[in-house]
């Protein structure tokens, strides 16, 4: 088109469009402000703004505004990234169809394979967070319904090794528990609720941090402000950051065994030091659950999925919490899943969710109505949710379950299928580290044959050759 254009100016018809007379670089920082499809358009128009628009600088910074600087030098420093353009790498991002699982060895190869004093006891329902660049590992239970209460770290740093050696942190830990969540605030933890081995829920809040390079994690009670009410006790219920200093907590099991389906906020001070909690009232009615997920997709939205409900039934339902100009609200998000075969592995309770290179949700494992652990990967795509004119009435929308769900195929290493384990991503979020939790034991005929486990493994997003 412009290069008609162009061509008929010369013969004294139409001048030239005022954009050809832009320089490159002017126009490449015009197309750093522009979606993606419109950069597509663009390249489409003559050979020049192809040329402009298909380089391999401009695909960098695209990849860079769209998924932050930690994810470019995370593909810098593979060998599968330097192989291929940019362009092509950001295709396969948004394409996604395969991850790759490899299990972390946690010795060196001069070590004694016995030292199992080096390792981290078999456990589920802990938790596992990425900050300051290390894994932390705390509580969880054990078999016979005993908590844990040590932590422990792995430093990760910018490589993300395959060999990961674990430490046991000096720590005045918060009590040994397990069904407890751990939200990461900035460069700390903010730990929240649990269940020791007396039975007893909890409600209490400590905010962690790493220090001597990994050697120590600090804890402090958090000073709740005011004399409004805090969330009740409770364990095996769903976390999650909303903001740069709010937590948002949901559900779990509440005293005497009851399922809980309200929610709360936490607004953190500056310093950490002090909180204030609310509790959300919304016209939405979340039924109660347990063993669910929560996670943050964007600023002031998280998405709620699955869990156990009333009944010992699992569900498969999405919610949105959009807490957007000053308005908190629970959105259900319905899915059309007559084009999407095997839907109904869907269900369960004990899996794991993280926000991903991409802006996916990875959920992983879990298990279903009848105990089933299960070992499948799938991807939510949150760009199907819309991040703004949610103005419905019922508090829910309908969208098209093939184009936002997709069953990811699992290569290489094939971990166990299991459920209440932890997962996180590094700060690229191409990389998500796995620990622990209850797999089938060796009677898979009897339902309680279960087994606590205390294996490390990695999922890679598969980008190159």
């Known amino acids: 088109m412009a290069e008609i254009a162009s061509t008929s100016a010369g013969r004294g018809q139409s001048p030239p469009a005022p954009i050809m007379n832009l320089a490159d670089d002017h126009l490449f920082t015009v197309l750093l402000l522009l979606p993606v499809d419109s950069i597509l358009s663009f390249s489409a128009t003559c050979k020049r703004f192809r040329n402009l628009a298909c380089s391999d600088s401009l695909w960098e910074s695209l990849w860079r505004r769209e998924w932050g600087p930690s994810s470019v030098e995370s593909v810098k420093s593979s060998q599968d990234g330097l192989l291929l353009p940019w362009m092509v790498l950001f295709k396969r991002v948004c394409k996604l169809d395969s991850v790759s699982c490899h299990r972390i060895s946690d010795l060196d190869d001069d070590e004694e394979e016995s030292s199992s004093s080096l390792l981290p006891l078999p456990r589920a329902s802990h938790s596992l967070n990425f900050v300051t660049d290390y894994l ?69 809040t400590w905010i962690g941090r790493v220090g001597c390079h990994g050697k120590q994690l ?34 779990g099991i509440g005293l005497s065994g009851v399922r809980l389906g309200d929610t709360w906020i936490l607004e953190l001070s500056e310093d950490l030091n002090s909180g204030t909690w609310h509790e959300v009232v919304s016209n939405a009615l979340l039924p109660p659950r347990s063993g669910h997920t929560l996670t ?47 839907s109904a592995s869907l269900p369960r309770v004990g899996h794991s969710a993280t926000l991903i290179l991409g802006g996916r949700i990875l959920i992983y494992g879990g298990e279903d109505t009848f105990r089933h652990k299960k070992d499948d990967f799938w991807a939510l795509d949150v760009k199907t949710i819309p991040s703004k004119g949610l103005q419905l009435d019922g508090g829910a929308v309908c969208l098209n379950g093939s184009k936002a769900w997709k069953r990811l195929d699992g290569v290489s290493y094939r971990p166990k299928g299991r459920s209440f384990h932890r997962a996180c991503a590094d700060s690229s979020g191409r990389y998500v580290y796995v620990f622990g939790g209850m797999v089938d034991g060796l009677n898979l005929a009897v339902t309680s044959s279960l087994r606590f486990e205390n294996e490390l493994f990695m999922v890679e997003l598969l980008l190159g050759l």
Not at 151 to 156: E, F, L, R
Not at 222 to 237: F, Y
Not at 317 to 330: H, P
Request: glycine share 14%; net charge negative.
């Open 296 to 342: 943050y997709i964007r600023e002031n939205q998280v998405v709620l999925f699955g869990g156990r409900g009333l009944g010992y039934d699992v569900l498969n339902d999405v919610w949105l919490l959009d807490t957007q100009e000053q308005c908190e609200r629970w959105i259900q998000i319905f899915y059309d899943f007559r084009d999407l075969e095997e």
């Open 136 to 204: 932390v590992l705390f509580g969880g239970g054990r078999e016979g319904g005993r908590h844990l209460d040590d932590t422990w770290t792995a430093y990760v740093g910018e490589s993300n090794q395959k060999t990961l050696k674990w430490k046991k942190a000096d720590s005045v830990t918060p009590g040994g528990r397990f069904g407890h969540t751990c939200v990461v605030i900035g460069d700390s933890l903010v730990l929240f609720g649990g269940i020791n081995d007396r039975g007893e829920r909890l409600n209490d």
């Open 218 to 251: 600090l804890w402090k009670l958090l000073s709740v402000v005011g004399a409004a009410p805090k969330p009740p006790p409770r364990g095996a219920h769903a976390a999650s950051c909303i903001s740069e200093k709010t937590m948002v907590v949901q559900g």
